[in-house]
């Protein structure tokens, strides 16, 4: 059984940072993409951030030049920095890393961007 579980969601000001980290459990093969999303109140749930198994990244353009995702492939990890925070970054985070036959997703993380 794999399971995702992120960390590192909380309360900042505007302005402020936060890293999130996701890491699978369970016997996961031959990791493809890792990703973050996030699902505000009343919206549909959106890609932030994608890195290939190549290093390739993908951003939304509201996050460009402010969030940085990244891999550790040997802990089966991904990281998602967050600089420079807006209220409109307010979202339940989601991880998700897929494989050739299967995609996984996390539980889930609140990030919640004060004024």
């Known amino acids: 059984q794999v399971q995702l579980v992120e960390s590192g969601g909380g309360l900042v000001q505007d302005g402020g940072s936060l890293r999130l980290s996701c890491v699978a459990s369970?016997?996961?093969?031959?990791?493809?993409?890792m990703g973050w999303y996030r699902q505000a109140p009343g919206n549909q749930r959106e890609a932030v951030a994608i890195?290939?198994?190549?290093?390739?990244?993908n951003y939304a353009d509201s996050v460009k030049g402010r969030f940085t995702i990244s891999r550790d492939n040997a802990k089966n990890t991904v990281y998602l920095q967050m600089n420079s925070l807006k209220p409109e970054d307010t979202a339940v985070y989601y991880c998700?890393?897929?494989?050739?036959?299967?995609?996984?997703w996390g539980q889930g993380t609140q990030v919640t961007v004060s004024s």
């Open positions: 998700k890393f897929s494989t050739s036959s299967a995609a996984y």
């Open positions: 369970g016997r996961i093969f031959r990791i493809y993409t």
């Open positions: 890195i290939t198994h190549t290093g390739t990244t």
